[in-house]
């Protein structure tokens, strides 16, 4: 079978290569990868050495150099154009720089505008990205943009692209994760996509199914002056526990720190959302008590055990926090087969199974550590919903505190 006779796919903004493993493993062929990053780009090179690195790894000079012809195809034979822009600009965490989120106002947005160029140039029988909410709604998102840009190569071309999109939870697909993000897809000349069923949102895979027979290092990272409060924090629970509404000592002031502070894994639960740039204290810790391992971060992300990350301990944490899990790529890469007509697999070969046996008992919340107990007392608590990303600076005394949606456990 020649390579041209599977879907073929090219590979923007690949990262450690998370939605790459995922489209592969539904069937596609990838006919090259972009990224510019160099320990990813290694990561990928390392792994996948049969994969063609294209345009010096930058979307910038491959939306100006990059053709079909170059990659030995016509103008719309290519099947799927794949790849997630840098969230920054659109996510939560922008709200807490100096600069504030800016949306396709930010110089890094420059990066989604090279994607259509792309779109364009290659005319792709489908699209897919994956991103932060805010890519695609609020004030700053870039829906508008996409649309315009969607209709005007409709103009140009004749050929028209349906854009959708949705808020999907991995979870709900058999990862081992609770990570939200918005899957966007486009199908070429009025084809129709089937959102994926969820299958696992009332069955989990829970953290234990994934890294329960794994065994890490209590020194792998520092968590910092906050370590030691760890061990007086339960399983599944982050630093709320020790503020006047949790079951603890009131150590912090409620909402005035950001949501994976100190936040720690259930084995009886899906993880919450790896973080890309974790501080000292920023998790999800084990709950064990302790940073989690680069391969019990892979295994999260549902990434196969014979793929290594290159790079520093700092970069290959970034790389696993930014990935794709490849198990929701595989799922959405299966559906965009089907709306193609090409064949797809009905279960995906990287799902994650129960495990066989149960999560250990584990023990009550220690007392707060002697170092700590100056700390205990009345704290002021976040002024609310619309008081701004800067919480201690808002604070008032918790009678006042009106009752708000968590943020930040999604944010990168």
């Known amino acids: 079978m020649s390579s ?91 709200q807490w720089a100096a ?13 989604v505008h090279a994607t259509m160029k792309l779109i364009r140039s290659f005319l792709p029988k489908a699209v897919l990205m994956e991103n932060v909410l805010g890519f695609v709604q609020g004030r700053h998102s870039a829906i508008e943009y996409l649309q315009r840009e969607f209709d005007a190569i409709a103009e140009e071309t004749g050929s028209s692209y349906r854009l959708e999109w949705r808020l999907v939870n991995s979870a ?5 994760q609770n990570r939200r993000r918005v899957i966007v897809v486009a199908l070429r000349d009025g084809g129709d996509f089937e959102w994926p ?42 630093y709320q526990w020790l503020t006047s ?29 790896l973080s890309a740039s974790p501080g000292p204290a920023t998790g999800p810790f084990h709950w064990e008590n302790r940073h989690l391992t680069i391969r019990e971060q892979l295994r999260l992300q549902t990434f196969p055990d014979d793929w290594a990350l290159l790079g520093d301990e700092r970069q290959q944490v970034k790389q696993a926090g930014n ?23 009905e ?23 002697r170092e700590y107990r100056g700390l205990i007392g009345a704290k002021a608590s976040h002024g609310g919903t619309g008081r701004g990303p800067s919480p201690r600076a808002s604070a008032v005394p918790d009678t006042q505190t009106t009752e708000a949606s968590r943020i930040g456990q999604d944010i990168v």
């Open 4 to 94: 041209l006779s599977k879907p073929t796919a090219l590979s923007i903004f690949s990262g450690a290569g998370g939605m790459d493993i995922g489209l592969e493993a539904a069937g596609f062929d990838h006919v090259g990868v972009i990224e510019i990053d160099k320990a990813a780009s290694a990561t990928l090179a390392h792994n996948k050495p049969e994969w063609t690195h294209l345009a010096q790894g930058d979307v910038l000079v491959a939306a100006e150099t990059l053709s079909p012809k170059s990659l030995g195809l016509s103008k719309g034979d290519l099947d799927l154009l794949a790849g997630g822009p840098p969230c920054q600009p659109f996510s939560l965490a922008a």
């Open 99 to 111: 600069s504030g989120r800016r949306g396709m106002e930010d110089p890094r947005a420059q990066t």
């Open 172 to 176: 709900d697909y058999g990862v081992p």
């Open 197 to 238: 069923t969820p299958t696992h949102s009332d069955t989990p895979i829970r953290a234990w199914d994934a890294i329960g027979d794994l065994r890490g290092s209590h020194s792998l990272r520092s968590a910092g002056k906050w370590k030691g409060l760890l061990e007086s924090i339960p399983a599944g629970a982050n």
């Open 245 to 273: 509404r949790g079951g603890g000592e009131e150590l912090f002031g409620y909402r005035t720190r950001y949501w994976n502070f100190l936040l720690k894994l259930s084995p009886n639960e899906p993880s919450w959302t």
């Open 323 to 345: 990935a794709t899990p490849a198990l929701l790529a595989e799922v959405m890469g299966s559906a965009i087969l089907q709306a193609l007509g090409r064949a797809f697999a």
């Open 347 to 369: 279960k995906p070969k990287l799902a994650i199974t129960r495990a066989g046996s149960e999560p250990p008992k584990l023990a009550e919340p220690e007392p707060v550590r």
